[in-house]
């Protein structure tokens, strides 16, 4: 409820900033307010890579365009990302940390992170896009790793009087099936898989955080997360601090925190990329076990 009530204030404040900054140019020179710094603020939130209408998420197709026109802004000072995630596609995380960057190389502006309850696995991968890092004294920070989850099956099925029948052009297209008995050569071929992801997440981490790292390798990279204060001390982030505050503090009282948000078309649709309606028919089943996935991961910290 506090994250829902501080993203109403946040809103409501960005939308008098939106005004003032938009009818400035169309005034006459006499008439315009005096010239204020400009941080457009982009909020990044949800499990990434599960983008579905029970359970809207981030991918890189539904903030790309919303990334685009912050680093647009005209006369913009930097960039505030405040980022809300608990993890999810190593891909889509990757994908959206490398847009941030290379925006922020081709607009030449800092970039400022603020997590708000977490930035973990995925999440804080993109977090690391930031020039800078700020989070709460409650938030999380970390979980630097690879998992993988499945349920076996082979014995209730086998218990029921099922028998499961699988046709395959290749010896390993079945690997992992949950409905056979678990094969340690597909259970290694996976970990290989994961080790080599992990160490892709490591050698990221290390290329933005650099010497601000102030812990050994096998504190940091077990996946394991941290409450905000420590995580400052082992350098994954920078400050404790919010986006309001921060931003004043950097650029003054009357800093400009214009709230960048999905286009909408002339009914007040979103665009394309931004979450559709929720169909009846067989994609619901989908969408339902991928919100109860979701919520699986908002759960493994707490949320």
Request: aromatic share 6%; net charge positive; with cysteine.
């Amino acid at each position: 409820m506090a994250g829902i009530r501080l993203y109403l204030l946040e809103m409501a404040a960005s939308l008098s900033e939106r005004l003032i900054y938009r009818i400035r140019p169309l005034l006459p020179a006499s008439l315009r307010p005096p010239e204020m710094p400009v941080v457009p603020v982009v909020r990044l939130t949800g499990v990434i890579g599960f983008s579905t209408p029970l359970s809207p998420g981030m991918t890189m197709a539904s903030v790309a365009r919303v990334l685009e026109r912050a680093f647009a802004v005209r006369d913009a000072k930097a960039v505030a990302l405040i980022i809300n995630s608990p993890g999810g596609s190593a891909v889509q995380s990757h994908l959206i940390h490398r847009r941030i960057r290379l925006l922020a190389e081709e607009a030449k502006l800092p970039v400022l992170v603020f997590v708000e309850d977490v930035a973990a696995s995925g999440g804080y991968m993109i977090a690391c896009a930031g020039d800078e890092i700020f989070a709460d004294p409650s938030s999380i920070v970390g979980s630097i790793g690879v998992i993988g989850a499945s349920f076996g099956f082979d014995k209730l099925i086998e218990k029921i009087g099922v028998e499961r029948r699988v046709y395959t052009a290749g010896t390993r297209k079945s690997m992992l099936d949950p409905f056979r008995p678990e094969d340690p050569e597909d259970v290694e071929r996976v970990k290989t898989i994961q080790r080599a992801i992990h160490a892709k997440f490591i050698e990221l981490v290390k290329g933005r955080r650099g010497a601000r790292l102030a812990a050994p390798d096998d504190s940091l990279f077990t996946g394991e997360y941290w409450e905000a204060e420590r995580a400052k001390a082992f350098g994954l982030i920078d400050d404790i601090g919010e986006t309001r505050t921060v931003l004043r503090q950097r650029f003054g009282d009357k800093v400009l925190m214009p709230l960048i948000s999905a286009e909408r078309t002339l009914f007040g649709r979103r665009l394309p990329g931004f979450g559709q309606a929720a169909e009846v028919g067989p994609g619901l089943a989908a969408d339902v076990v991928s919100a109860i996935e979701a919520r699986a991961l908002w759960s493994r910290y707490g949320l």
